[in-house]
């Protein structure tokens, strides 16, 4: 069974900079993808960013982009110009090749934008 | 807004009852997933539909049951309340059988069991 691991329960920064989220892993699969999904106070679960393990390419979405490590099976993600409306929980997510399960989540990550 | 409509948007109930959320899917998606968010437990996978058909179970407890429709509009039974039961519970959906396996959650139900 999969895992995911991510190690800041908390992470703060500044209006306007740079924040990286860490996020760890553990499958046994060859073939799988990996996602961010965001959760504001209005808990509503919002797809960040996904990125097929297939491809060498990180993958980017305007400010957000991710640091994907498979040997390492590490799997951070990056905000720059960080914004007010960044504030939120942060969740990586795994689902294995197939389609046939759901995802599988990391406890989260609480963002603080100060401004 | 996601695409995915779920009803009711809150819900309170006392123990030992049984309630019904509502989830439909977004246009084109044939897949319904359902998820419990919990302090204790986080976000958790329960069950998945394809196309009317059961596809995976996750950590779904035996007093809880789904079912997907023909119109493809899904349903997550809760029976036996338990105080613990309390959670958010989201409906995914996604275009199962592709290569795509974003899932685009609803705004989610809010279960409160007293």
């Known amino acids: 069974a999969q895992t995911v691991t991510q190690s800041q329960p908390e992470m703060s920064v500044q209006e306007a900079e740079t924040v990286t989220l860490s996020c760890t892993y553990d499958?046994?699969?060859?073939?799988?993808?990996l996602f961010w999904y965001k959760q504001p106070p209005s808990r509503q679960m919002i797809l960040v960013i996904r990125q097929e393990a297939y491809k060498q390419q990180n993958a980017t979405e305007n400010r957000f982009s991710v640091n994907f490590q498979k040997a390492a099976k590490s799997f951070s993600l990056k905000i720059s110009d960080s914004q007010l409306g960044d504030a939120a929980m942060y969740f990586c997510?795994?689902?294995?090749?197939?389609?046939?399960?759901?995802?599988?989540f990391g406890k989260g990550t609480h963002l603080i934008i100060q401004p | 807004d996601s695409g995915v409509t779920q009803t009711p948007k809150h819900l309170i109930t006392a123990t030992g009852q049984r309630v019904t959320l509502r989830c439909s899917p977004r246009?084109?998606?044939?897949?319904v997933y359902w998820y419990q968010q919990s302090l204790d437990q986080g976000l958790q996978f329960l069950i998945q539909?394809?196309?009317?058909?059961?596809?995976a179970k996750g950590n779904i407890l035996e007093r809880f049951s789904a079912q997907q429709f023909p119109d493809l509009h899904s349903e997550l039974n809760l029976s036996s309340l338990e105080l613990g039961d309390s959670a958010l519970y989201f409906c995914?959906?996604?275009?199962?059988?592709?290569?795509?396996?974003?899932?685009?959650f609803g705004p989610g139900t809010r279960l409160t069991v007293t």
């Open positions: 246009s084109g998606d044939l897949s």
């Open positions: 995914a959906s996604s275009v199962y059988g592709t290569e795509i396996y974003e899932q685009y």
């Open positions: 499958t046994s699969e060859s073939d799988y993808y």
């Open positions: 539909y394809y196309n009317g058909e059961e596809r």
């Open positions: 997510a795994i689902v294995e090749g197939g389609g046939a399960d759901g995802l599988t």
